[in-house]
């Protein structure tokens, strides 16, 4: 897109480039939401934040008539993705600051499915949750390694996370110095590559080395190190996170203390009073949100019958001005509301989101056990299954569902209101040998295939044409002596006119948009131009020779109808103009000397 006019008064906005079409390309949601959360102090919690036990579901709504079902299948998983920015805490003790924590996080992703509306045929729901990990712990507790439970499905997810240090974004955890886009492993394991951090002293979960090395200077990190280490902690975002929220309630498993340390005590004292803030407050950050449309992908509207004319491109503006969003964006998506919201994202907290299998039922939940951990994995967890309870799916008066929210969707591109359906205008003959309609299936791969002798000559001098409701190819057809003697006088010639026909897709004079293509011509009321301006072989005005024909060249219809691009089409050209010689007959021709000399 560039700037440009978007109406007859000048209007600036954004509009289609110069040799751009709106075929193919990609389509990104890109944003950031503020967000607030609290983790529940409770021993399995770091076993339900481990497993992707965690998240909430995205509400994207369309403009009126197009289809969520075809949009939701052109979303690019490798480029979509999810993650967060949490803000620091300070541990104060009294009036002093003792330590702030920093980089806070835990790694999201959008579960690579697509839930669709059951009443709204413009509605979707992407869901996001936990990438689930773990950490391979060797068997004496001293070196500790992060690892996703699903690797090879997961990788690309992780490494999507970001944190921002300073101006530049980095990986969530400690990688290699190539581990920014390099993997290890393979098959079904391919994993970032992680580094193993060492050095624990009969646990890995103990925070307290990880705490003072960051923010107590070199002094206090070389007295601490004597008695602690902080393998997972020092993992990186994800074992810091981690190993504060186990440190509020530790299991046997995961101690924060060796049994042995005399200073376990103290330890244990400093660790739990820095974590009980960081369960007992909200986490306060913001949310990135990052999904991306692949529109060759785009099957187009519900309707078959339109396909071939939606299909593989951006979706058609469902307004007359080419527009989607407007002003705040939180108004109505009237045409004429100056806030108009015709593109809306709304979060659905975790407390809108229920397990219809309930697959928890009956399992001790207040510790890690052998049962509650065989479910509590990568695949299996309710969030796995979690879909938004029905009594909470309504966005309520005015949006005010506690629970949900609506947020605002800045939309900086404009889209087609017409489009170009090449077809033979001829009343005699169908040189492009279509299917006879119009908008058929085939409209988008058709191939003018004319006799150059009997139909004319593909000319084209690349410049603009109006879409004349009284076009007639009588005025450039081939001239022959006479009606019975078919010698041909001078040759006729196929204009890019010859095979254009625009329509407007939808009808905009309802409450909301229909898609009814209707041909549209150069009016003093519809400002219609098209070009052809590649594959040229005329001079100015067709006024000269001709300098090639078209043997196997295409012609790429565009041009503006009422200010905005229209959506254009290719058109393949076979004609070779060239002569031939046949040598295929009998070796020897017997003719008289009258029929070799033209008297």
């Not at 690019?76 to 803000?87: A, I, N, Q, R, V």
């Not at 990438?131 to 690892?147: M, N, R």
């Not at 969030?383 to 800045?410: C, F, M, N, T, W």
Request: no cysteine.
């Amino acid at each position: 897109m560039k700037d440009g006019a978007i109406d007859k008064d000048g209007l600036a906005g954004p509009v289609l480039k110069d040799g751009e079409t709106f075929d193919g390309g990609f389509l990104q949601v890109t944003g950031n939401v503020p967000i607030s959360a609290q983790i529940a102090q409770s021993q399995t919690s770091v076993d339900a934040i481990m497993a992707g036990n965690w998240g909430f579901m995205v509400r994207v709504t369309l403009p009126e008539g197009i289809d969520a079902k075809s949009l939701g299948g052109a979303i690019d998983w490798g480029k979509s993705y999810f993650y967060l920015t949490l803000d620091s805490f300070t541990w104060k003790f009294l009036w002093f600051d003792l330590a702030q924590i920093k980089n806070l996080n835990f790694p999201l992703q959008f579960d690579h499915h697509v839930y669709l509306d059951k009443d709204k045929t413009n509605v979707f729901y992407l869901k996001v949750k936990g990438i689930p990990f773990t950490y391979d712990v060797s068997e004496d507790k001293s070196t500790a390694k992060l690892q996703l439970q699903r690797g090879t499905a997961d990788y690309l997810d992780y490494l999507h996370n970001r944190y921002i240090d300073g101006d530049v974004a980095r990986p969530l955890d400690n990688l290699t110095a190539d581990g920014d886009t390099d993997t290890t492993g393979s098959g079904d394991n391919v994993q970032p590559q992680f580094i193993s951090q060492s050095g624990g002293k009969g646990t890995v979960w103990d925070p307290f080395y990880g705490i003072v090395h960051e923010t107590g200077g070199a002094l206090l990190s070389w007295v601490a190190s004597w008695f602690s280490s902080s393998p997972i902690y020092e993992t990186g975002n994800i074992g810091r996170s981690l190993t504060l929220l186990n440190a509020a309630d530790p299991t046997t498993d995961r101690a924060i203390v060796s049994k042995n340390s005399i200073t376990s005590g103290l330890i244990g004292i400093i660790v739990k009073a820095i974590s009980a803030y960081f369960v007992d407050n909200d986490f306060k950050g913001s949310a990135h949100i990052n999904f991306s449309f692949d529109m060759s992908k785009y099957t187009g509207d519900q309707n078959k019958a339109y396909q071939a004319i939606t299909g593989g491109r951006l979706m058609p503006a469902p307004y007359a001005d080419g527009r989607f969003n407007k002003g705040s964006t939180m108004g109505k998506n009237d045409t004429d509301d100056k806030d108009r919201r015709a593109i809306g994202i709304s979060l659905y907290g975790s407390n809108t989101l229920l397990d219809p299998y309930s697959v928890l039922a009956g399992k001790d939940r207040s510790k890690p056990n052998a049962d509650l951990l065989s479910q509590l994995k990568a695949g299996t967890s309710p969030l796995d299954y979690a879909v938004i309870d029905e009594s909470k799916l309504d966005l309520g008066a005015d949006h005010s569902q506690e629970d949900v929210r609506d947020y605002p969707v800045y939309t900086n591109f404009t889209s087609w209101t017409a489009f170009v359906s090449p077809f033979d205008n001829s009343k005699t003959v169908d040189t492009l040998h279509s299917s006879g309609d119009p908008l058929g299936s085939d409209m988008r791969a058709r191939t003018a295939t004319p006799n150059s002798y009997s139909d004319g000559i593909l000319v084209n001098d690349g410049q603009p044409f109006t879409v004349d409701q009284n076009y007639t190819t009588d005025d450039y057809a081939p001239t022959t002596k006479s009606a019975t003697d078919k010698t041909l006088v001078k040759a006729g010639g196929i204009t890019p006119e010859r095979y254009a026909q625009v329509y407007q897709y939808y009808d905009y004079s309802g409450a909301t948009p229909v898609p009814n293509p209707t041909r549209v011509y150069t009016t003093t009321d519809n400002a219609l131009s098209l070009n052809v301006a590649t594959d040229t072989n005329a001079p100015l005005k067709y006024n000269g020779k001709i300098t090639k024909g078209f043997p196997d060249n295409t012609w790429v219809y565009a041009g503006k109808y009422n200010v905005l691009p229209v959506a254009g089409t290719s058109l393949a050209l076979n004609q070779d103009i060239r002569p031939e010689m046949n040598l295929t007959g009998d070796q020897i021709y017997v003719l008289d000397k009258s029929q070799l000399i033209n008297d």
